[in-house]
């Protein structure tokens, strides 16, 4: 005849202990391979998978010095900046939000509005100074938008922008400067 083994109330705790261990390893595994590919060089990445060539080039040393650590990250190396962390996101006057990186009006004021996602976000770009390619990142199909003049990566569009677009071009907020309408 078999016992029944009673399970102690410190073999239960072990067990969860172990178990957040684990989970807090994996965590942090998954997270550090985000942020290592997040902040990946992507300009080899587009000059080797795309015929984009820009008006300004620069090398990754002339950018480092005309940028700061958070502009270099976005606009050269991709990566994303924290939600709600821009204060261009409570930007509210009327003005032009400028590429940081060389200065090329790119957004009005006139188009921006409130995405409740955390990035400054508009439904349209002024003519001709925005691209687009294919991002494939993140296991997921996107639209990447950046400077069509020096290639600085910008963010992406979706498809749930308010009308007159349906687009939302949600945008880290380093990557642009704002001018206020005098």
Same mark, same amino acid.
């Given at each position: 005849?078999?016992?029944?083994?009673?399970?102690?109330?410190?073999?239960?705790?072990?067990?969860?202990?172990?178990?957040?261990?684990?989970?807090?390893?994996?965590?942090?595994?998954?997270?550090?391979?985000?942020?290592?590919?997040?902040?990946?060089?992507?300009?080899?990445?587009?000059?080797?998978?795309?015929? =984009?060539?820009?008006?300004?080039?620069?090398?990754?040393?002339?950018?480092?010095? =005309?940028?700061?650590?958070?502009?270099?990250?976005?606009?050269?190396?991709?990566?994303?900046?924290?939600?709600?962390s821009s204060p261009l996101?409570?930007?509210?006057?009327? @003005?032009? %939000?400028?590429?940081?990186?060389?200065?090329l009006p790119v957004y009005?004021?006139?188009?921006?509005?409130?995405?409740?996602? @955390?990035?400054?976000?508009? %439904?349209?770009?002024?003519?001709?100074?925005?691209?687009?390619?294919?991002?494939?990142?993140?296991?997921?199909?996107?639209?990447?938008?950046?400077?069509?003049?020096?290639?600085?990566?910008?963010?992406?569009?979706?498809?749930?922008?308010?009308?007159?677009?349906?687009?939302?071009?949600?945008?880290?907020?380093?990557? =642009?400067?704002?001018?206020?309408?005098?």
């Amino acid at each position: 005849m078999k016992k029944n083994k009673l399970t102690s109330h410190n073999d239960i705790c072990e067990d969860r202990r172990s178990f957040l261990r684990r989970s807090l390893g994996l965590a942090l595994f998954a997270g550090a391979g985000y942020s290592m590919f997040s902040l990946s060089s992507m300009d080899k990445v587009i000059a080797a998978d795309s015929d =984009l060539t820009f008006e300004i080039t620069k090398t990754e040393q002339e950018w480092r010095k =005309l940028l700061n650590e958070k502009q270099f990250d976005v606009l050269r190396r991709h990566a994303t900046e924290r939600p709600g962390s821009s204060p261009l996101l409570n930007e509210k006057r009327e @003005g032009t %939000y400028s590429c940081s990186a060389c200065d090329l009006p790119v957004y009005s004021s006139k188009t921006k509005f409130d995405s409740g996602t @955390g990035w400054p976000s508009f %439904y349209d770009a002024i003519e001709n100074s925005v691209g687009t390619q294919e991002d494939n990142t993140l296991f997921t199909k996107r639209t990447e938008v950046h400077c069509r003049r020096c290639g600085g990566h910008f963010g992406h569009i979706f498809k749930d922008g308010p009308k007159p677009t349906g687009l939302r071009h949600c945008i880290n907020g380093v990557s =642009l400067k704002f001018t206020a309408t005098a």
